[in-house]
């Protein structure tokens, strides 16, 4: 299951499906009492980014609706199905059932309904639409639906036709992570194939987010997290630019493109963790550190500043919970010999080591009380996906995950992402060709100094 940037591609033609909440649903919403617990962080910046562009009048032009979701195929199905299907996924979700709303007062209020209170029905977009009038529909009903402020701020859309259904979701970014999409496409799968299969009971992303508000309050943990954070900035109290191989300055607005480069196959990925297991390296750990050797290796120098995702799945009950539970860390990494593996995975895990405190300041918290500008530049992330259950179904299914669109931006993201198929570099990074460019030469890289290491150890030696 591998990511991909949506496109009129990936939108069949055929008969255009949206599922909503029907009225009484939206009466009971309405109707339901405010819950008190607050938004995460993250997703706080993203309501009042959300908000600060509603009220501006040039505001919304050109702006993106940075989604995420999933498309997979359910065979012929039926609407029925599809709708029991949707309806008990959102019944094992409850960020999915909660919304943010205007109260009274002008505050915002979430209001959240209880499991079994949400019922769907179809609404056709289009009837025997040709692939490109299915594509502009589902492309905006996606954006406009999976907007913070709306309720849902998610869409499902089904396509059918001779070859089958298509199911496509999307999600606001502040409620639903990377991991989520693996998750998601799994447990609907599996629901679909074994209606009458258990769920295992979820914790909810609600509560999480609450718990992370509610654990806030001054003291030393949080002056050493915010001296890490401080400790990251330049000159000019921001977060460094991108490596000077991408030719991509601090303040460049670029339009982003997203890649998605096979690295390893299976067999060579296990080869590649045995040998990190025979080391006594964080797996983890390890594969961020072979792509840090080909970007130092590729630019030239011996130190790399980014930031690095934390995934704050910290307890079994969040294994297969959908929400936001990804944060990210400042780290510096530094290095003298940049190319050879075992000193780069040193330096990796104490840079790492060192960026700790930052975890209990998240980065919005970090920016205000530093007046500082922390919009990231490189973000290094590493998806383990062959640890979700049901991911045996992926490929019959033809899943994928999708991103939606993105702002013009210097930014850019990077994922190790290992999945059955293998290991992938898959990158959305500023559409310049000196920038291409750089991310082939860094995949490039980076393939030849894993398949190195990987090719040292024997099939029979693997235990991966």
Known sequence: MRIHQFCPDDVPPGRVVAWHPDSATIRRLREAAVDPRRPSHDQLAR???ADTAALDSTGGAGRGTPWLGFRCTLGRAEPQRVRRVLERYLDQHEGLRSGFFRGRDGAMERR?????????????????ADATTAADVVTEHLAHWTAP???????????????????????DHGVFD???????????????????SLLESVASAVDVAEHERASEREGEAV??????????????RCLPALPVGSRVARDDRHPHRLVSIPIATAEQTSRFVAHLRALDASIGLGFIAS?????????????LDALMSVHNRDRPQLDTAVGWFAGVVPVSIQTDRST?????????????????????????????????????????SYIHGRRCAGWERWAESDATVLFGPVDDSAEMHVWVSVVPGGTYLEVRYPDTPSCHRWVEQVADTM???LLDTANTFLPQSQGA
């Open 223 to 236: 002056s050493a997290g915010l001296d890490t954070w401080s400790q990251a900035l330049d000159e000019n």
């Open 47 to 49: 309501l009042r980014e």
């Open 149 to 171: 402020l709306r309720w849902p701020s998610h869409a499902f859309v089904t396509i059918e036709n001779l070859h089958g259904t298509t199911l496509i979701a999307a999600f």
């Open 112 to 128: 959240t309904l209880p499991e079994g209170h949400v019922d769907l029905v179809p609404h056709v977009l289009a009837e025997r």
């Open 447 to 449: 393939r030849s100094g």
């Open 291 to 303: 792509l840090v050797a080909a970007i130092l290796a590729t630019g030239g120098g011996t130190r």
């Open 178 to 196: 990377g991991y989520s999409a693996y998750l998601s496409a799994a447990e609907i799968l599996r629901s679909y194939a074994e209606p009458e």
């Open 340 to 380: 050879y593996l075992l000193d780069v995975i040193d330096a990796t895990q104490q840079a790492w080591d060192r960026a700790q405190p930052a975890t209990r300041v998240p980065r919005h918290v970090a920016a205000r009380e530093l007046a500082a500008d922390l919009r990231p530049a490189l973000v290094l």
